[in-house]
């Protein structure tokens, strides 16, 4: 039996446990996962946490149903050691895994700024070992986070603490479980308070905040000890969960308003939803707007032990309008605005049914995006735009908006996936004419409360488009979603443009690569807006160093004199949800790379001397350097143009160092040269072997190396020919005539074959083209198996050679008719 090709170390996360831990600590967590050898680093997307180092767990580990010690094979867990900043941002890090070969797929870390301890009962509960009642609570001191389990294969595990109160303090409690995305699962929490008398005084299931994860704030009505209750919202059998559960004494309102500010102010904000009540605070705004979702900043309500989850709150280039507490229902009644855009109108919807209606101003030719902030920002609020122009004014602005979607955010989408700030509507703002316009803003289910604050921002628009990791529906997600490029060698990767709502420009772009290390170069072809997608291409030197970072990525467009703004974004799902429903998610605007050593293979394809013809197939001949690596290997096109396609993934026998790759052109590809990069890696086959079988689900067991780049020219075909309407009886010879229209002159003879023919005729001989030709005849001979009947789509391959390579165009589309033989009768035809 033939020896197996050896596995890449290639990591594939599993989960952490625990996923918290306190600022300024070091802390020794368990990282489950497959292929877990040589850890060197973890890749952090915010400052804060260092790797110390890793050590195998490859016998034992406890089991997350009893609890019981269970055996687990190498490679299946380690025990890590990081280190947390005294300054460390609290919740969620990003971070990817990082071997000596490559990187894992991302997954999170939480930062705390409490004491971290542990449920006293991880496991199922038993009569000696249990926290699952009143009588067997586990003490908690406020300024406590508690980490904790749900073991699996229990339909419900019932979480009890206790704390002691004084009469009139607060007591606030914040879950994360299902933003966490252990295991890549839905987790739905419900929380409880009771008081001494085991009387429920406060519930909690879902919060617009947090979503599934709740969190309530109370003031105690009577000093004495108080319960919290902590469980699955619904009574169903479950996998083993994680949570983690803050207890603190600090002020947690639901939002602030106004909800926004210009950025280098101090916001004069209510803080409002707090059990105390109403909280006045100053805001201190950052100087300049962040980008994107950064232009959201965090604010906590002053307290001596502040909660944990922060509040956000919106900082914009421009000024505010805050609702005056007048009646504007109607237009009449629209309260006034008189400056310019752009401006932020600011609201509360404080009773049933209310509609706020303001006023405006506007120029025609000015664009906007009209951005509301309400659950962005925590507001209960569903809210409803309508947007319409003064009568009279004879315009034909009539916009009613209610949701958004991600590509409204400058932010890439997969599947059926939502999240809060998809309540808040957004919409393009191009007035078409000078003159007054009106803005009114509700709630689509008639609500209202207190807390029912919207921000809705005029914000200058500027064109733009973005790019998305491409992620074939064949591929699992992890297989392209990061660079990584062996020394010497390189990798391609697909990316697919994000269509951003009100973009006007379709021009050529540029993608520029900031943050590269030496020796590594990004190059792209030319690419356009309105393409479907591109492919970025990867190179690091024979003299590069090992390196892991992140870089970022923009696109600019050619016209130097064009506005515009253009980058990289990533969602990954944070958790799993039947029918891909998912609401929670790992995103970033930074790419991952990593410079990894030398793979056991390099390719590369030899230059075309002669152009793709439309409606042709050209052959490219491919060389592949084996270092060592002898099996089998699969070679395909990962991406190519819009119009221009590749042959099947070609399999490459064990020893195989020379192939030939065909690509071909429709007659809508567009004509120029772009390049031509060829992914390579094993081919590995399912054996038996529960790891190999690992490793071809997750495609991280694999060398993904590219060729680098050649131009292929797409040109206009040499010739047409024209197939003239043919019959032909049964049992007989005929030819199909053909007239030649030269589009450019041949470079030398060209061989001719009629394809699509049916079966039972066939072309009776070889057919020679010349440069001069005009006219060219097939002989077609026609057998007694071949069914009568009318036969279309009969198509000419011409076969042309040029400076030592061949190119095959398909040209005519041709008709023939094939009859019954006629019969002799008395010595002559019938």
Known sequence: MAKEPPLRPGPTYGHIEPKVAQQGTEVEVLLFGTRLYQIEDFLFYREGIEFIGSEPVSEWYADGCTGQMQQIGPGHCAKVKLRVAKDCPTGRHLFRVQTDETLSEMSSFWITPYQVVAEDHWWLDKAENINDDFDHAQSIELGTT?????????????????????????????????????????????????????????????????????????????????????????????????YVAHFTSGAKPTVCYPLGGRAGTTLSTRLIGDPSGDIQHQIVLPEEVGAFEESMVEYWAPSDQPAVGANLVQVADFDNVLEDGSDHSTLDKAQVYQGELPIAFNGIIDSEGQQDWFRFYARAGERYRVTTYAATLGSPIDAQLVIKAADGLGSRINIEAEDSYFRDRDQSVGGKWSTRENLDPIVMFEPDKDGEYFIGISDSQRMYGPDYAYRVEFQPFVDRTFIKSYQDYREDGRKRDSFVVPIGNTIERRFEYIQVQGNKYQGELEVVAEGLPPGVSLFCGPTKVGSRSLQLIVQADADAKPWTGLIDISLRPTDPGVDFVGGFHRNSMAKGARGGFIDQFYMTRQCALSVVPAAPFRIKVVEPKIPLVRNAQLELEVEIERLGYDHELRLQAAWLPTHVSGAPPLSIPSGETKVTYTIAANQSAGLGKFPVSLTLHEDLHYTGSKEREAYLQTATGYHYVASPPVWVEVADPYLELSLARTAIERQKTGRIEATIKT????????????????????????????????????????????????????????????????????????????????????????
């Open 146 to 242: 508690v980490y904790g389990y749900m073991p699996s294969y229990n339909v419900v595990d019932n979480e009890f603490f206790k704390v002691e109160l004084v009469k009139g303090h607060r007591l606030t409690v914040e879950i994360w479980a299902d933003v966490m995305g252990f295991k890549l699962r839905d987790h739905d929490l419900a929380l409880r308070v009771y008081d001494s008398q085991r009387k429920q005084i406060a519930f909690n299931d879902d919060s617009v905040m947090g979503g599934q994860d709740p969190w309530l704030s109370l003031m105690a009505p009577e000093t004495g000890t108080y319960y919290i209750h902590i469980r699955e919202a619904m009574d169903m059998e479950s996998h083993h969960m994680h």
């Open 743 to 830: 589009l450019k002159p041949l470079p030398s003879t060209a061989t001719a074959k009629l394809v699509g023919l049916p079966p039972g005729v066939e072309q009776a001989g070889e057919v020679k083209i010349q440069p001069a030709d005009t006219s060219v005849s097939f002989p077609i001979k026609v057998t007694r198996d071949c069914l009568l009947g009318q036969y279309k789509d009969i198509r000419c391959e011409v076969t042309i050679s040029d400076k030592g390579q061949q190119v095959t165009q398909v040209t005519g589309n041709g008709v023939l008719r094939v009859d019954e033989e006629r019969r002799l009768s008395g010595g002559g035809e019938e």
